[in-house]
C-alpha cells in the first residue's frame, strides 16, 4: 500500500532528477519503464522504415534521391529518426506523470505489460512480415534483453536522471546561444583551415566508420572526465555548506509544502556516495547534452559546407579515393563517407573546445551553474524535511 504522503514526495525527488534521496524498495517498475520502451518502439519502426529504403541498390538510391519530393521525404525520416522516438518518450511520461500521482491503478499496470510484451514478443515477428530481421527468434532475445535494460535503468533512477538532465538542458539553450556566438569565430577559423587539408582528409578515409567512431568516443571520454572533475568540486563545495534555509516560496506547490513547519534534525545529514554521484551525474548529463548539440549543429555545417564547396574530384584528390555512397548508422545518406569522416573529426574536436570554453568562461557559469547550484541547494533543504519525516 502506498503511504499517500511520502509518495508524492519521493515523486517530486524523482521529476528533479534525484532518485537516489529516494529511500525504500522501487515501487511501479513496470509502469515507470513505459516512457523508454516507448522511445524504443517508435525507434525501432523508423529504423525499419529507413532499412526498407535502404534495401535498394547503390544505383538505385542514387537515381532516386535526384527526385526532390524524394529526397524531402527521405531528408524528413533522417530528422525522425531522432525527432520521432524523443517525442513518444516525452508523450509516455505525460501519460507516466498523470498515473503516478498517487497509487497506479490496474489499467496503467496492464497497459505496461501490454507494451512490454508488444515489444519483446510481437515487435520482432512483425519485423520478420516487413523483411527487416532474418532471424526472428535472435531479434526476440535482443528485444527481451533491451526490455530487462529499460527495467534495470528504471529501478535504479536512470530515466528521471536522464529527463531532468534534458530538460535542464533545453531551458539553458539561450545560454548555448550565447556560448556559441563567443566560442564559434575563434573554432571556425581552426576548424574550418583543417577542413581544407588534405592531410585530415587522408588521415581519416583510410580508418573504418568503426575507427572514426573511436576516435570522436575519445574526445567525449575526454570531456567528460574533464566535466566530472570540476562538478564534483562543485557539488563538495554545495554539500559541505551549511544546510541552506528551505525557502517556502520555492517549495510553494510542492509536496513538502505542508511539513515546513515541522522540526527538522539539527545538522545536514551527510550525502551518501550514490546520492553524491547522482547530484554530480545530472550536472555531467545538463552540460554534456548542450556539447552534443554544439557538436551536431557543427557536424550538420561541415556537411553541407563541404557537398557546396568541394566538389567530388576534389574530394577525391584529397583523400585519394573515389568518393563512396554515405553510410550513417546502417542508413544510406546522400553524402559521401569521406566527407562524413572529416565532419565527425571536426564535430567532435569543436564539442571538446565547447566544454572547454564553457567550463572557464566565467560568464557562462553564472548563467548556466548558478540555477542548477540553486536546483540543488533546494533538493538539499527538501531532502532534509523528508529524512526527517521518513528516514
Known amino acids: 500500500m502506498v503511504d499517500r504522503e511520502r509518495h508524492p514526495v519521493e515523486q517530486w525527488f524523482r521529476r528533479r532528477g534525484l532518485p537516489s534521496v529516494v529511500r525504500g524498495r522501487p515501487t511501479h517498475v513496470l509502469v515507470r519503464s513505459v516512457p523508454a520502451l516507448a522511445f524504443l518502439i517508435v525507434l525501432g519502426f523508423v529504423v525499419d522504415a529507413l532499412a526498407l529504403i535502404d534495401g535498394t541498390s547503390d544505383e538505385d538510391f542514387e537515381r532516386l534521391i535526384q527526385n526532390d519530393a524524394y529526397l524531402l521525404g527521405y531528408d524528413a525520416l533522417l530528422i525522425g529518426w531522432v525527432v520521432f522516438p524523443t517525442v513518444g518518450a516525452w508523450l509516455a511520461n505525460r501519460w507516466l506523470r498523470r498515473h503516478t500521482t498517487g497509487e497506479p491503478d490496474r489499467a496503467a499496470t496492464v497497459t505496461a505489460i501490454v507494451v512490454i510484451a508488444f515489444y519483446a514478443l510481437a515487435f ?30 528504471t529501478v535504479v533512477g536512470g530515466g528521471s536522471v536522464l529527463a531532468w538532465a534534458v530538460r535542464a538542458a533545453v531551458r539553458q539553450l539561450g545560454t548555448l546561444g550565447t556560448m556559441a556566438s563567443r566560442a564559434l569565430p575563434l573554432l571556425l577559423l581552426f576548424t574550418v583551415f583543417g577542413f581544407f587539408t588534405a592531410e585530415l582528409w587522408q588521415a581519416t578515409a583510410v580508418l573504418t566508420r568503426q575507427q572514426m567512431w573511436l576516435v570522436a568516443g575519445l574526445f567525449a571520454v575526454a570531456a567528460l572526465l574533464f566535466l566530472g572533475a570540476m562538478l ?36 545536514p545529514v551527510r550525502l551518501r556516495p550514490v546520492e553524491r554521484v547522482n547530484m554530480v551525474l545530472v550536472l555531467v548529463l545538463a552540460e554534456a547534452f548542450q556539447a552534443a548539440v554544439f557538436g551536431v549543429v557543427m557536424f550538420v555545417f561541415f556537411v553541407v559546407f563541404g557537398v557546396l564547396a568541394v566538389r567530388p574530384e576534389v574530394m577525391k584528390a584529397w583523400s585519394n579515393q573515389n568518393p563512396t555512397v554515405g553510410n550513417l548508422f546502417g542508413v544510406q545518406v546522400p553524402v559521401p563517407n569521406q566527407l562524413l569522416h572529416v565532419s565527425i573529426f571536426l564535430a567532435a574536436f569543436s564539442a571538446l573546445y565547447f566544454v572547454a570554453s564553457t567550463v572557464t568562461d566565467e560568464r557562462y557559469r553564472r548563467s548556466f551553474f548558478e540555477p542548477l547550484v540553486d536546483h540543488l541547494a533546494v533538493s538539499l533543504a527538501a531532502r532534509q524535511v523528508y529524512l526527517t519525516r521518513w528516514r
Open 124 to 153: 520482432p515477428v512483425l519485423e520478420k512480415l516487413m523483411g527487416t530481421t532474418d532471424d526472428i527468434v535472435l531479434q526476440i532475445v535482443v528485444n527481451v534483453l533491451q526490455v530487462l535494460g529499460a527495467l534495470a535503468v
Open 232 to 267: 564534483s568540486d562543485e557539488v563538495r563545495t554545495l554539500a559541505g555548506a551549511a544546510l541552506p534555509a528551505v525557502d517556502p516560496g520555492k517549495l510553494r506547490g510542492s509536496p513538502l509544502e505542508s511539513f515546513l513547519d515541522e522540526p527538522v534534525a539539527a545538522g
